[in-house]
């Protein structure tokens, strides 16, 4: 936590800022501060907008008006912490997405399973199946396409994606460790500038 002491010295020296006075130049400053948010590979995954993003540093950038490098610098690391604290909401709502899409899918194709009715030759080998419900199996086995396809969305990919580098079980509780891990880091970058 900042002394009191030091964020009247900060106030002070922030009422010394020798930033642009111009229209053009405060406009040129605003622009060549987007570059370092424009290095976006090191923050954005495939898929995610490269807009929103930009969008959000603008936002950040008129908020907080970074004067000199190293408070560019420090609203980058904000920004960067910021933008991976939203995509954990998002891979939170994707596991989610995910193993509902395929809990439907799976009760569809037992339900669709239930309106089966086999006659087997010997054990292991199908020589018929008996549709007992023709409506019923339909619709069950287009509710399993739609959970399947649902599970195509972008947001359960990666909800997906990351379960499955969590090794499914510990998914949940490697997202709390991520969050855990990257407010401090939003805290203490906050706390510098």
């Known amino acids: 936590m900042t002394s009191e002491k030091k964020a009247q010295a900060n106030r002070r020296n ?33 898929g995610e907008d490269e807009e929103a993003l930009r969008e959000l540093g603008e936002r950040l950038r008129n908020e907080l008006q970074p004067a000199g490098e190293l408070e560019n610098l420090l609203l ?27 809990e439907l899918a799976e009760r569809a194709e037992r339900e669709a399973q239930g309106y089966e009715s086999d006659e087997a030759e010997d054990l292991g080998r199908v020589l018929n199946i008996t549709i ?25 990919t990666l909800g997906r994606t990351f379960a499955r580098d969590a090794h499914r079980a510990n998914a949940f509780t490697k997202l709390s460790r991520y969050e855990t891990a990257i407010e401090p880091q939003l805290y203490r970058v906050c706390c510098t500038s």
């Open 76 to 102: 980058d690391r904000i920004i960067a912490a910021y933008w991976r604290l939203l995509r954990l909401g998002r891979v939170e709502t994707g596991i989610f997405a995910w193993e509902r899409s395929e």
């Open 132 to 156: 007992t419900d023709e409506k019923g199996h339909k619709e069950a086995l287009s509710t399993t396409r739609r959970m399947r396809s649902e599970q195509e969305d972008e947001t359960a």
């Open 14 to 46: 922030a009422l010394k800022s020798t930033g642009p006075k111009t229209q053009e130049g405060k406009s040129a400053v605003r622009l060549n501060a987007l570059r370092h948010v424009l290095r976006s590979e090191e923050i954005l995954l495939r």
